[in-house]
C-alpha cells in the first residue's frame, strides 16, 4: 500500500469523499467504483472482462479487490446498476471474500443469483431488492435509485446523497424514446436533481466519440423484420444472453412470421427463463420449442436464438460455425445475424466464426453490412443532455477506454463544466472530492486484475500467464542431463581424501574425475513448439555440447545441487538459442542422477 493512500483515507473527514475506481476506466468492462467517508464506504458494480486472445488460458479477468478486504468493517453495501455481466460478474468472486449486503432491482439480483448458485456463495448472499424510486440509507450515503433506458430492463442510476453533496453515478444509460418495454428514463428526476443541486457526476463514456444521438431499441425492428420475410430456410439470431429487448422484438417476429423458437446457450436459456417468470418477456410457450427438436421441423418454420455473439470458443453459435454442435447445423442457405457490437479486441475471433459460417453456405448479418444492432450506450447527445439536466459542478468520465473518457471530458466542457473541474481518472487511482475541490490524491498500490483460470477461486499469476505467452510464441526446450556417479573401489579413507581435495578445488576447474565425483552421462535435448528436431540437429547436437560443457565446469559440490545445474544450463541455452535463433524458448532442463 502506498502512502499516499494511507494519507487519503486516515485523515479523510466529514469534509470530503474519496473516490477510487477499481475497474472500467481505460477499458470496456470490470466496471467497479469506489465512495468512501471517513467511517462508511459503499461499491458500485462488480463486473469481469473477457479475456483477449493474447491471454492464452484465462477464462475471466476480476478486479483486484484488496482496497476492500482491507477495509470490509466499513463497507455498508454493494449496489448493483443493472443485470449486464461487466456490472454483476465477479459478483461471486467478491461475496467469497466480503459479507457485505447487495442492493439491486428484482431482474438484476435474479441474474446475479444464478452465478452465485453456480459458485456456492448464494446461501451466505445479503440480497436486497430495490425498484427505481427507493432510498436506502447506508451509513454516511443516501442512495437514491433513478430508472434510466438500457439494452436491459431494470436499469438505474444511483445517486448519492453524502455530507458534502450528491453525487450521481449513471452506471450505462442512454435516452430512448420509444423503449421497447415503454418505461422511459426518469428524466424528472433528474432533472429535480441538477435544480436542487449536484456536486459531481460520474457518467458512463462508452459511445462518448460517437456523434449524434443513439437511435431506439426499436429502430432495428423493420430491418429484422425484413429479414425474416426473405430467409427461406432456418433463421439464427445471434446476440448477447442479456439483450432482453432484442430479445423481445426476436420473439414477437418469430410470432408474427409464424415460425417456432429455439433456445440455444445455457445463459441464454436461464435469462429467458428468469425474465419470463418475472415478467421481463412476454412469451407466447406455444412457440418455444427445445432446440433439440429443431430438426423435425421443416427450416422455414424454426428460428434459432443463439449465444455466441463475440465469438467465444464454446459458445453455441461457435459450435454450429465448426459443426461441432451436437443438434443444431448451419447449412446452405441458413441466415445468421449477429445482433451485438463487436467489442474492441474480439474482432478476429468475431472474423473467424463469420468465415467458417460462410464456408458453410449461410448469408450473415451484421452491424457493419446492416442495420442489425443499435446501441444500449448513449452517444454524444445523449451524454451532454444527461450533463445540461444535471448541471454538476465536477465531472469525471467512466466505463471506456481512454480515448473515450477523453472525448467525454470535451463534451463536459462543451457544455460549460471549467476545465480545472473535470478529471480524467484510472484503474487504481485516488479521487479526493470537496465541495469546493476534485483531485487526484495518488494511487492505491494493489489495484488491478485478477486472471482467473477456471473457477473464481483459482487465480493465475502474472507469471503463469507470461509463461504461457512465451512457450505460445517461442516453445520450450527441455535439456534432460543424466550425471554418473563414479564411487570406485577405494577405502573410505580415500573417499575422505578426494571430499577434501574436491572443496578446496576452484569450483570452476575442479577435476571430475574424483572417486566421489559426478560426470556427465547422457544428454537429451526435446523441443516443443521451438524447432522441428528432423531439420534441426545441427542446432541439436550444438546445444549438447554446450549442455556438456557447462556440466564438465562445475564442482561437484554444484553438481550435487539441481537448482544450480539447472540455472546454469538455462542461462547457457538461453544465449546459444537466442543468438542462433533470435528466440528464447522456455528451457526446463531436467536433471537425473544414477
Same mark, same amino acid.
Given at each position: 500500500?502506498?502512502?499516499?493512500?494511507?494519507?487519503?483515507?486516515?485523515?479523510?473527514?466529514?469534509g470530503?469523499?474519496?473516490?477510487?475506481?477499481?475497474?472500467?476506466?481505460?477499458?470496456?468492462?470490470?466496471?467497479?467504483?469506489?465512495?468512501?467517508t471517513?467511517?462508511?464506504?459503499?461499491?458500485?458494480?462488480?463486473?469481469?472482462?473477457?479475456p483477449?486472445?493474447?491471454?492464452?488460458?484465462?477464462?475471466?479477468?476480476?478486479?483486484?479487490?484488496h482496497?476492500?478486504?482491507?477495509?470490509?468493517?466499513?463497507?455498508?453495501?454493494?449496489?448493483?446498476?443493472?443485470?449486464?455481466?461487466?456490472?454483476?460478474?465477479?459478483?461471486?468472486y467478491v461475496?467469497?471474500?466480503?459479507d457485505?449486503?447487495?442492493?439491486?432491482?428484482?431482474l438484476?439480483?435474479?441474474?446475479?443469483?444464478? /452465478? !452465485?448458485?453456480?459458485? =456456492? %456463495? $448464494?446461501?451466505?448472499?445479503?440480497?436486497? +431488492?430495490? *425498484?427505481?424510486?427507493?432510498?436506502?440509507?447506508?451509513g454516511?450515503?443516501?442512495?437514491?435509485?433513478?430508472?434510466?433506458?438500457?439494452?436491459?430492463?431494470?436499469?438505474?442510476?444511483?445517486?448519492?446523497?453524502?455530507?458534502?453533496?450528491?453525487?450521481?453515478?449513471?452506471?450505462?444509460?442512454?435516452?430512448?424514446?420509444?423503449p421497447?418495454?415503454?418505461?422511459?428514463?426518469?428524466?424528472?428526476?433528474?432533472? /429535480? !436533481?441538477?435544480?436542487? =443541486? %449536484? $456536486?459531481?457526476?460520474?457518467?458512463?463514456? +462508452?459511445? *462518448?466519440?460517437?456523434?449524434g444521438?443513439?437511435?431506439?431499441?426499436?429502430?432495428i425492428?423493420?430491418?429484422?423484420?425484413?429479414?425474416f420475410?426473405?430467409?427461406?430456410?432456418?433463421l439464427?439470431?445471434?446476440?448477447?444472453?442479456?439483450?432482453?429487448?432484442?430479445?423481445?422484438?426476436?420473439?414477437?417476429?418469430?410470432?408474427?412470421?409464424r415460425?417456432?423458437?429455439?433456445v440455444?446457450g445455457?445463459?441464454?436459456?436461464n435469462?429467458?427463463?428468469?425474465?419470463?417468470?418475472?415478467?421481463?418477456?412476454?412469451?407466447? *410457450?406455444?412457440?418455444?420449442?427445445?432446440?433439440?427438436?429443431?430438426?423435425?421441423?421443416?427450416?422455414?418454420?424454426?428460428?434459432?436464438?443463439?449465444?455466441?455473439?463475440q465469438?467465444?470458443?464454446r459458445?453455441?453459435m461457435?459450435?454450429m460455425?465448426?459443426?461441432?454442435?451436437?443438434?443444431?447445423?448451419?447449412?446452405?442457405?441458413?441466415?445468421?445475424?449477429?445482433?451485438?457490437?463487436?467489442i474492441?479486441?474480439?474482432?478476429?475471433?468475431?472474423?473467424?466464426?463469420?468465415?467458417?459460417?460462410?464456408?458453410?453456405? *449461410?448469408?450473415?448479418?451484421h452491424?457493419?453490412?446492416?442495420?442489425?444492432?443499435?446501441?444500449?450506450?448513449?452517444s454524444?447527445?445523449?451524454?451532454?443532455?444527461?450533463?445540461?439536466?444535471?448541471?454538476p459542478?465536477?465531472?469525471m468520465?467512466?466505463?471506456?477506454?481512454?480515448q473515450n473518457?477523453?472525448?467525454?471530458?470535451?463534451?463536459?466542457?462543451?457544455?460549460?463544466?471549467?476545465?480545472?473541474?473535470?478529471?480524467?481518472?484510472?484503474?487504481?487511482e485516488?479521487?479526493?472530492?470537496?465541495?469546493?475541490?476534485?483531485?487526484?490524491?495518488?494511487?492505491?498500490?494493489?489495484?488491478?486484475?485478477?486472471?482467473?483460470?477456471g473457477?473464481p477461486?483459482?487465480?493465475?499469476?502474472?507469471?503463469?500467464?507470461?509463461?504461457?505467452?512465451?512457450?505460445?510464441?517461442?516453445?520450450?526446450?527441455?535439456?534432460?542431463?543424466?550425471?554418473?556417479?563414479?564411487?570406485?573401489?577405494?577405502?573410505?579413507?580415500?573417499?575422505?581424501?578426494?571430499?577434501?581435495?574436491?572443496?578446496?578445488a576452484?569450483?570452476l576447474?575442479?577435476?571430475?574425475?574424483?572417486?566421489?565425483?559426478?560426470?556427465?552421462?547422457?544428454?537429451?535435448?526435446i523441443?516443443r513448439g521451438?524447432?522441428?528436431?528432423?531439420k534441426?540437429?545441427?542446432?541439436?547436437?550444438?546445444?549438447k555440447?554446450?549442455?556438456?560443457?557447462?556440466i564438465?565446469?562445475?564442482?561437484?559440490?554444484?553438481?550435487?545441487?539441481?537448482?544450480?545445474?539447472?540455472?546454469?544450463v538455462?542461462?547457457?541455452l538461453?544465449?546459444?538459442?537466442?543468438k542462433?535463433?533470435?528466440?528464447?524458448?522456455?528451457?526446463?532442463?531436467?536433471?537425473?542422477?544414477?
Open positions: 500500500m502506498t502512502d499516499s493512500i494511507l494519507v487519503n483515507n486516515e485523515n479523510s473527514v466529514n470530503s469523499v474519496s473516490i477510487i475506481p477499481l475497474g472500467g476506466l481505460g477499458e470496456f468492462g470490470l466496471n467497479m467504483m469506489v465512495y468512501e471517513e467511517n462508511d464506504l459503499i461499491v458500485i458494480d462488480t463486473g469481469f472482462m473477457l483477449n486472445s493474447d491471454m492464452p488460458g484465462v477464462d475471466l479477468i476480476f478486479p483486484d479487490i482496497y476492500l478486504v482491507e477495509r470490509q468493517e466499513k463497507i455498508r453495501g454493494i449496489l448493483l446498476t443493472h443485470g449486464h455481466e461487466d456490472h454483476i460478474g465477479a459478483l461471486a461475496l467469497r471474500q466480503l457485505v449486503p447487495v442492493y439491486g432491482t428484482q438484476t439480483l435474479a441474474i446475479a443469483s444464478g /452465478r !452465485l448458485r453456480e459458485y =456456492g %456463495v $448464494l446461501g451466505k448472499a445479503q440480497l436486497n +431488492t430495490i *425498484a427505481p424510486g427507493d432510498t436506502v440509507e447506508l454516511d450515503f443516501t442512495a437514491e435509485f433513478i430508472h434510466v433506458t438500457h439494452s436491459i430492463p431494470d436499469s438505474v442510476a444511483i445517486a448519492l446523497l453524502t455530507p458534502i453533496g450528491v453525487i450521481v453515478h449513471t452506471g450505462d444509460f442512454k435516452f430512448d424514446m420509444t421497447v418495454d415503454g418505461k422511459l428514463s426518469d428524466i424528472q428526476t433528474l432533472a /429535480r !436533481l441538477g435544480a436542487e =443541486g %449536484v $456536486l459531481m457526476l460520474v457518467s458512463d463514456s +462508452t459511445n *462518448a466519440e460517437r456523434p444521438q443513439t437511435p431506439s431499441e426499436r429502430s425492428y423493420g430491418t429484422i423484420d425484413h429479414i420475410q426473405n430467409t427461406e430456410q432456418k439464427f439470431l445471434c446476440t448477447f444472453s442479456s439483450s432482453l429487448h432484442r430479445i423481445q422484438q426476436f420473439i414477437d417476429l418469430a410470432n408474427k412470421h415460425r417456432l423458437i429455439a440455444s445455457r445463459s441464454l436459456l435469462n429467458v427463463r428468469i425474465a419470463s417468470e418475472l415478467g421481463y418477456l412476454n412469451v407466447n *410457450a406455444d412457440y418455444l420449442i427445445d432446440a433439440r427438436d429443431a430438426s423435425m421441423f421443416r427450416p422455414h418454420e424454426v428460428v434459432i436464438l443463439s449465444t455466441g455473439s465469438g467465444e470458443p459458445s453455441a461457435s459450435l460455425a465448426l459443426d461441432n454442435h451436437p443438434f443444431l447445423k448451419v447449412e446452405q442457405g441458413d441466415t445468421v445475424v449477429i445482433s451485438a457490437r463487436i474492441p479486441g474480439n474482432e478476429k475471433a468475431i472474423g473467424n466464426v463469420m468465415n467458417h459460417l460462410i464456408r458453410r453456405g *449461410a448469408q450473415i448479418y452491424e457493419r453490412n446492416s442495420e442489425v444492432h443499435v446501441s444500449g450506450h448513449g454524444s447527445e445523449d451524454l451532454k443532455l444527461m450533463l445540461n439536466l444535471l448541471q459542478k465536477f465531472f468520465p467512466m466505463h471506456g477506454e481512454y473518457l477523453i472525448r467525454h471530458a470535451e463534451l463536459a466542457e462543451s457544455v460549460g463544466i471549467p476545465s480545472g473541474n473535470i478529471t480524467v481518472a484510472e484503474d487504481g485516488l479521487i479526493h472530492l470537496t465541495p469546493e475541490t476534485c483531485e487526484v490524491f495518488g494511487r492505491e498500490g494493489r489495484s488491478g486484475r485478477v486472471l482467473v483460470d473457477k477461486e483459482i487465480e493465475l499469476e502474472d507469471i503463469v500467464l507470461r509463461d504461457r505467452i512465451q512457450l505460445s510464441e517461442d516453445g520450450i526446450v527441455i535439456p534432460v542431463i543424466v550425471l554418473h556417479s563414479d564411487t570406485g573401489d577405494g577405502s573410505q579413507q580415500e573417499d575422505i581424501a578426494a571430499d577434501e581435495t574436491s572443496a578446496t576452484d569450483p576447474t575442479a577435476n571430475t574425475d574424483t572417486k566421489t565425483g559426478l560426470n556427465a552421462g547422457e544428454i537429451e535435448i523441443s521451438f524447432v522441428y528436431m528432423d534441426s540437429e545441427e542446432l541439436i547436437e550444438a546445444a555440447e554446450i549442455t556438456r560443457r557447462v564438465e565446469n562445475l564442482s561437484d559440490e554444484q553438481k550435487h545441487e539441481t537448482e544450480v545445474v539447472q540455472d546454469e538455462r542461462g547457457a538461453r544465449r546459444f538459442f537466442s542462433q535463433m533470435q528466440r528464447t524458448p522456455i528451457i526446463f532442463p531436467v536433471v537425473m542422477r544414477v
